[in-house]
Every structure is written in structure tokens, then in C-alpha cells.
């Protein structure tokens, strides 16, 4: 018994020392040759550098009910959409792939199956997991404007038990077919994140909000601080674009092959694939300012421009 707690012990001590080496060898940066095109990645329609809300807004004044896609690119489509007061979606779920959303203004319940129906607001960002079903429905005397995250180039399936009746696509039709097997939330994952509430008011912590094997969506919040120097460029991703929302205050990012954009609430910001970027808080001494970044397949590859500083 004495020999067999003693092989234990050192297996134990040995796994803990390889773990230990192991973190040690991780916090090391390593270099690489790492590939960028020679020509910049373009900007493809209706992708754009810098989309600030109040254009948005302004291209849809005095409609009550209308959408824009913002983003749109292999993973992603991301959308602005109003709807008019007491107007709702019908019941549906993704097949493979969360959804996501942040308010922007009015009010919207949100009924999602295994849930409570809660009422989300200005700064609530809310999210569902793939094959749970939900429906959404504008309350109040106001319309209410989300920004919607899903997989791109997927349809929606609609829950028969619920006499919801699917849309008419062209070129597609639907099928009754059975399934098995849903989403689920869990630590990583909750239903909602009361931003201006849980974060603003009580001081608590950014971090991730959505976080599965597709999508990595990061609350990130800190105090203004000072630009760094243009030679500063931050990191790019080999393999994808990365966009954000702003939550809170001012943020000023820098695009490889770009000008300095300084973005507010609302406004979307994107960055190519293989462009270097920087974002920073900006604002007034002592301010906060958040964006909400977005990117696929965490945990991503940051490949980080060596001995540059400031700027994330």
C-alpha cells in the first residue's frame, strides 16, 4: 500500500510540475513567420470600415419597422433591426449555432424556452443556444432597435408543437423532420448581461458573454488612456475579420491601410482579416469606455506585433 500512495504521490507531483512547465512555456510569446497578402484584404460590401448609428438611424427615419445588415461576412451576419410596438417574431431556433443580440433602445420580451420571459433594455445583451426555441416582441409605446449576431447563411427552423408556419423563401421549402439534442447555458454562457446595470453601475467585470467552439463575443471595458504612437499596431488574425459594437464611451481604432476612426454607442467598426489592428479607450481623464469585440472559433489566434505597446 506504502508503494502503491508513493507511485501516486509522484505521479501527482509530476503531473502538477508538467502543468507548472507547461503554463511556464504558454507565457512565453513565441515569433513566427506569419503570412499577410501583399495587397491588404478588402472592405467587401456591405462590409465597412466604420458605420456610425446615427447614419444608420438616418437612413431609416420616420420607418417603423425596417432592417440593415452591418456585417456580413463567412461567419457572421450582424444586422440592425427596429421593430414597432407590440410587432413579434415568430417562435423559431438555429440548428448548430447560438444567436445573439444587444439592445439598443425601447424594449423587448424575450421568451425563451427553459427561461422565464424577461424584459431587456438599453445595454442588455441576450443570447440564446442553438435548437432552443425563443421569440422576441417589441413592448411599450416605443419601437425597439437590436443588434442581431448570427452564423451567416443559415434559415431558421420553426417548432412544429407551436403552430409557428414558416416563411415563403424563394427556392426553399420546409420539411417536417424529427431531432434530437439542444443547447444548453452554463457558466460561460447566460442568458442576458444587464450591461449598464451589472457592469456600469455595480462595477462588475467585463469578460466573455458568448463563448462556445464558433463564436467568442468579449465585453471589454477600461479606463481613456493615452493614444499610442502610430507605429503601434496591436495584432491581426490570420484566418478571420473581427468587428465590434461600442457599449459605452468613446473608442478609437486603428486599421492597417486605414485613418484613425474614433467611434460612440452603437456604432460598428470592422476589421479585414490579416490587417493589423489596434483598438483604445478613449474619452475624458478618468472615463470608461466598452466595446463588445466579435470574433469566431475562440480560443483565436492574436499574432501580436513585437515590442509594441498601448492599444489592444
Do not use: C
Amino acid at each position: 500500500m506504502r508503494i502503491r500512495n508513493g507511485i501516486l504521490a509522484a505521479t501527482a507531483l509530476s503531473s502538477l510540475l508538467g502543468f507548472g512547465t507547461a503554463l511556464a512555456q504558454r507565457a512565453q510569446p513565441m515569433t513566427a513567420w506569419a503570412p499577410q497578402p501583399e495587397k491588404l484584404a478588402p472592405f467587401k460590401a456591405p462590409n465597412k470600415l466604420y458605420q456610425p448609428l446615427s447614419a444608420v438611424l438616418a437612413k431609416h427615419k420616420g420607418q417603423k419597422s425596417w432592417s440593415q445588415t452591418m456585417v456580413l461576412d463567412r461567419d457572421y451576419i450582424a444586422e440592425y433591426i427596429q421593430m414597432a410596438p407590440g410587432e413579434k417574431t415568430r417562435i423559431q431556433f438555429w440548428a448548430d449555432d447560438r444567436i445573439f443580440w444587444v439592445v439598443q433602445s425601447g424594449a423587448i420580451r424575450f421568451t425563451i424556452e427553459g427561461q422565464e420571459p424577461f424584459v431587456a433594455t438599453k445595454g442588455f445583451i441576450v443570447q440564446v443556444p442553438y435548437r432552443v426555441p425563443y421569440s422576441l416582441e417589441t413592448v411599450g409605446d416605443e419601437p425597439s432597435l437590436r443588434f442581431e449576431v448570427r452564423a451567416a447563411h443559415e434559415i431558421p427552423s420553426y417548432p412544429v408543437a407551436d403552430n409557428t408556419q414558416p416563411p415563403k423563401l424563394k427556392g426553399w421549402k420546409f420539411t417536417q423532420a424529427t431531432y434530437t439534442g439542444k443547447g444548453k447555458y452554463d457558466a460561460d454562457n447566460k442568458p442576458y448581461l444587464d450591461f449598464n446595470k451589472t457592469i456600469v453601475q455595480e462595477g462588475g467585470r467585463g469578460g466573455g458573454f458568448v463563448k462556445d467552439d464558433h463564436t467568442w463575443a468579449n465585453v471589454i471595458r477600461g479606463a481613456a488612456a493615452p493614444l499610442p504612437a502610430d507605429t503601434s499596431w496591436g495584432h491581426f488574425h490570420e484566418n478571420f475579420d473581427e468587428f465590434w459594437i461600442i457599449l459605452e464611451g468613446e473608442e478609437d481604432f486603428l486599421i492597417q491601410g486605414e485613418k484613425l476612426v474614433r467611434a460612440f454607442p452603437g456604432d460598428i467598426v470592422f476589421a479585414p482579416e490579416e490587417r493589423w489592428h489596434r483598438a483604445t479607450h478613449n474619452g475624458p481623464v478618468g472615463t470608461m469606455s466598452t466595446r463588445l469585440a466579435i470574433t469566431p472559433r475562440p480560443p483565436s489566434l492574436h499574432y501580436m506585433q513585437p515590442g509594441a505597446t498601448g492599444g489592444e
